[in-house]
């Protein structure tokens, strides 16, 4: 019986996880104006609009809406609930990368029409930067009920930018993450190369 470590190593096509980076960007960018709009990012009890005061009236604002705001109202906030989108298409990621919507989109619509790849990719460094932009995620979804202002669209923000990096120019900065860390011996250990 030969040793697994013998096999060459399984890879995936590159070109998929850059298709799923460029449908999860368009999506976090929506996500990112949506936040911007909503209660994550409003001033005072009136909203992020203009209040213009009665010429007798000194206007003082009561802080930021979503630290006043019930935790239904934030829970509800558009900005929220496609931040939480998303977060769910990346926790499906990670946990089945094979079934992941874009994925299988690829899969079956996209890699069948192109050449087959010239050399494929380690696919642990893929699915740890879907574990990144989860838990850039959940941070700014759990401080946004919590209370704290902008958390919401920084971490959308955030998550965007990493996620055009992959599609437009390659690179990963998730994948980059793994790799140093692989290097410094904090996560899985090198996959051997086929002689």
Same mark, same amino acid.
């Given at each position: 019986?030969?040793?697994?470590?013998?096999?060459?190593?399984?890879?995936?096509?590159?070109?998929?996880?850059?298709?799923?980076? *460029?449908?999860?960007?368009?999506?976090?960018? *929506?996500?990112?104006?949506?936040? !911007?709009?909503? /209660?994550?990012?409003? $001033?005072?009890?009136?909203? =992020? @609009?203009?209040?213009?005061? &009665?010429?007798?009236?000194?206007? !003082?604002?009561?802080?930021?809406?979503? +630290? +006043?705001?019930? !935790?239904?109202?934030? #829970?509800?906030?558009?900005?929220?609930?496609?931040?939480?989108?998303?977060?769910?298409?990346? !926790? =499906?990621?990670? &946990?089945?990368?094979?079934?992941? %919507?874009?994925?299988?989109?690829?899969? $079956?619509?996209?890699?069948?029409?192109?050449? %087959? %790849?010239?050399?494929?990719?380690?696919?642990?460094?893929?699915? @740890?930067?879907?574990?990144?932009? &989860? @838990?850039? +995620?959940?941070? *700014?979804?759990?401080?946004?009920?919590?209370?704290?202002? =902008?958390? &919401?669209?920084?971490?959308?923000?955030?998550? @965007?930018?990493?996620?055009?990096?992959?599609?437009?120019?390659?690179?990963?900065?998730?994948?980059?993450?793994?790799?140093?860390?692989?290097? /410094?011996?904090?996560?899985?250990?090198?996959?051997?190369?086929? #002689?």
């Amino acid at each position: 019986m030969p040793e697994q470590a013998d096999a060459a190593p399984r890879g995936i096509d590159p070109r998929g996880p850059r298709f799923a980076a *460029g449908i999860t960007s368009v999506l976090l960018l *929506g996500t990112v104006l949506l936040s !911007l709009v909503s /209660i994550s990012t409003a $001033r005072g009890p009136f909203g =992020w @609009f203009a209040y213009q005061p &009665l010429a007798d009236e000194v206007f !003082l604002p009561q802080g930021w809406t979503v +630290s +006043s705001a019930s !935790l239904a109202q934030r #829970a509800l906030d558009p900005g929220f609930l496609a931040l939480l989108v998303v977060a769910l298409l990346f !926790l =499906w990621g990670v &946990l089945s990368p094979r079934t992941a %919507p874009w994925g299988v989109l690829y899969r $079956r619509f996209i890699q069948a029409r192109l050449a %087959p %790849p010239t050399d494929l990719e380690d696919p642990r460094p893929p699915r @740890f930067a879907q574990g990144v932009g &989860l @838990f850039v +995620s959940v941070v *700014g979804l759990a401080l946004h009920l919590a209370g704290v202002p =902008w958390a &919401l669209p920084i971490a959308a923000a955030m998550a @965007f930018m990493a996620a055009f990096l992959n599609a437009v120019f390659g690179l990963c900065l998730g994948c980059r993450l793994y790799l140093l860390l692989q290097r /410094i011996g904090l996560v899985g250990r090198a996959r051997p190369t086929a #002689a």
